[in-house]
């Protein structure tokens, strides 16, 4: 839970890509840009 809420906090600044990031990883690791790059770094 507190990695759910500290994922809807980061994407306020990024225009809501890491809800999509974070489940896009563990069920599809579909789409890799700079941007998803960088917030790997916080999970």
Do not use: A, E, G
Request: aromatic share 44%; glycine share 0%.
């Amino acid at each position: 839970m507190y990695i759910y809420f500290l994922c809807l906090f980061i994407s306020l600044f990024f225009y809501y890509r890491c809800i999509f990031f974070f489940f896009c990883q563990i069920f599809f690791p579909c789409i890799y840009n700079p941007m998803d790059k960088y917030l790997y770094i916080y999970f």
